[in-house]
């Protein structure tokens, strides 16, 4: 008899976010909570200041991934 686990069954995936702020802006305890919940969770949060930031994380996450 072949099993499959649920693992099996599902395609792989990632969940990749990028918080954009501005320079000097703190995090909010939303947004705290919700970077521990994508973590925690397997997930990439990453937080950037300003386009040129940006541009080069999602280059460094296209990289990785």
Same mark, same amino acid.
């Given at each position: 008899? @072949?099993?499959?686990?649920?693992?099996?069954?599902? %395609? /792989?995936?990632?969940?990749? @976010?990028?918080?954009? #702020?501005?320079?000097?802006? %703190? $995090?909010? %305890?939303? $947004? #705290? +909570? !919700?970077?521990? !919940?994508? #973590?925690?969770?397997?997930?990439? !949060? +990453? /937080?950037?200041?300003?386009? +040129?930031? =940006? $541009?080069? #994380?999602?280059?460094?996450?296209?990289?990785? =991934?």
């Amino acid at each position: 008899l @072949n099993t499959l686990s649920l693992h099996d069954a599902l %395609p /792989i995936w990632i969940s990749i @976010n990028i918080e954009v #702020k501005r320079p000097g802006e %703190p $995090q909010l %305890p939303s $947004q #705290k +909570e !919700y970077e521990a !919940y994508v #973590k925690r969770n397997g997930g990439v !949060y +990453e /937080i950037v200041r300003g386009w +040129e930031e =940006f $541009q080069v #994380k999602m280059g460094e996450l296209v990289a990785r =991934f």
